[in-house]
């Protein structure tokens, strides 16, 4: 399957612990984006990478929310003590290029705070 | 940043009708402008994009119309089928810049 992989696809967790979620896009993809989406909503964008580096993450996004993509390659979003309004689908999308911003999206992690 | 809204919310219509959703932006940079499906419990797929350089883009059931002067693009679905049945979302953007995308538009379509 050479489609964006993201793992895992359910995480049930308790406020207050922290979560690691992966994302491998597109191989050949330079774009890769990070998107949360609660029932009812759009995907609302969080924060996005051109090769490894960072180049916006949104207003929106407390401290606690940080990710990386190391090498260029797969990327992690954590979240450090989460709350109950962490609960959410997390998306993970990747494009070509810049330039090319056709999205092709992950099937996302859903998150429950208990 | 950019502020988007689409129009109608939720749409129910009967099989074999047209639908056509709205969706209204802010950002007169935008350049470029897609419509995304997302089935229930999937992921979201592009189904058809335009850019500022053409006023409509047609593709078998589906097409775009852009009126950038009004800040709105179009999505029209005809002869519409119960497996067009899903959420659809306009995501202006486009260059540098992330998309944003509108609240959704659920569409129903009744055999």
């Known amino acids: 399957d050479t489609g964006v992989s993201q793992n895992p696809r359910h995480k049930i967790t308790k406020r207050g612990q922290n979560v690691t979620f992966r994302c491998d896009p597109i191989?050949?993809?330079?774009?890769l984006y990070w998107y949360r989406q609660t029932l009812g909503q759009g995907p609302e964008f969080l924060t996005y990478?051109?090769?490894?580096?960072?180049?916006?993450k949104s207003r929106l996004l407390s401290d606690r929310f940080s990710a990386e993509r190391p090498k260029g390659s797969f990327s992690t979003l954590e979240i450090q003590r989460t709350e109950q309004g962490d609960s959410a689908m997390y998306l993970c999308a990747s494009s070509l290029a810049l330039g090319d911003e056709k999205l092709f999206f992950g099937s996302g992690t859903q998150l429950s705070v208990l | 940043g950019e502020n988007v809204e689409q129009h109608p919310s939720t749409l129910s219509v009967q099989e074999g009708d047209s639908a056509v959703i709205k969706c209204t932006y802010s950002?007169?940079?935008?350049?470029?402008f897609p419509w995304y499906k997302q089935e229930l419990g999937k992921r979201p797929q592009l189904i058809i994009d335009i850019r500022s350089n053409v006023g409509e883009k047609k593709d078998q059931r589906i097409a775009v119309t852009l009126n950038k002067t009004a800040k709105h693009f179009s999505l029209h679905i005809t002869e519409t089928q119960p497996e067009d049945s899903a959420v659809y979302f306009c995501?202006?953007?486009?260059?540098?810049?992330?998309?944003?995308f509108g609240k959704g538009t659920k569409l129903t379509v009744n055999p």
């Open positions: 995501a202006p953007g486009g260059g540098s810049e992330k998309l944003v």
């Open positions: 950002d007169s940079a935008s350049n470029y």
């Open positions: 990478f051109q090769n490894e580096a960072q180049l916006e």
């Open positions: 191989s050949e993809h330079n774009r």
